[in-house]
């Protein structure tokens, strides 16, 4: 069946570097998203990319989809104590996308040290 | 955005006995919603596709007679964890499609067997 690998699984970053988590996949997906899960709770819906070398941005983040709809990477630019927390790239589940079934990465836990 | 509740948000039980926990829609109707299982600091696992009106789905690996779910409106399923174990202890974790591929997370419930 479908998989999505994540890297890293833990990221440790000084407050106001960068930080960067990786998303494939090993079939083509029509569509990625990204959720973060704060520690000890739910995930939330950040992004959905549908685009062939898609790039989306909101605030710090960057959200890119790989020309080959396979990849895709999030990236904060100068992380803050608010970002922590772990982020999860999700493609659509065997059975299509009609009713939204999810196959979400391993999640990259990023912790950032003030 | 849209709200989804789950209940209760904790529960200890004695192992053998079954658990039941409500997942709710509260401002929109789902005909579909997923059950999750995480584990610390792993990757949200899907157990199963809960439609409305119909049986639900079980993904591969997972005993639909142990983890039984109903979807008997279009705002409330239900999974209930029969003859719980202490391995089945748990962050289990619902979602509600609103419309086209957007999940929206209940806050989960925490499940210890003893």
């Known amino acids: 069946g479908q998989q999505v690998m994540q890297i890293p699984q833990y990221q440790h970053v000084q407050e106001g570097e960068d930080f960067t988590t990786y998303c494939n996949s090993s079939?083509?997906?029509?569509?990625i998203q990204w959720y973060k899960q704060r520690p000890g709770g739910h995930p939330v819906f950040l992004i959905q990319?549908?685009?062939?070398?898609e790039v989306k941005k909101q605030k710090r983040l960057t959200f890119q989809f790989g020309e080959a709809k396979k990849n895709s990477s999030l990236h904060i630019t100068a992380t803050q104590t608010t970002d922590v927390g772990t982020y999860f790239c999700a493609g659509p589940g065997a059975g299509g996308t009609s009713y939204g079934k999810l196959t979400f990465g391993q999640g990259t836990i990023l912790t950032v040290h003030p | 955005g849209a709200v989804v509740s789950q209940h209760p948000s904790r529960v200890i039980c004695k192992s053998g006995t079954s658990v039941k926990i409500e997942c709710r829609s509260l401002?929109?109707?789902?005909?579909?919603m997923f059950w999750y299982r995480q584990f610390p600091k792993q990757s949200l696992m899907l157990m199963a596709t809960s439609n409305e009106g119909s049986k639900a789905t079980y993904e591969q690996g997972v005993e639909k007679d142990k983890f039984l779910i109903n979807h008997a409106s279009l705002t409330l399923s239900t999974l209930t964890v029969t003859s719980a174990h202490p391995e089945d202890s748990s962050f289990y974790i619902c979602?509600?499609?609103?419309?086209?591929?957007?999940?929206?997370f209940g806050p989960g419930t925490r499940l210890t067997v003893l």
């Open positions: 401002d929109f109707q789902a005909t579909t």
């Open positions: 990319l549908v685009k062939s070398g």
């Open positions: 079939t083509t997906l029509s569509n």
């Open positions: 979602s509600a499609v609103q419309d086209g591929n957007e999940q929206f």
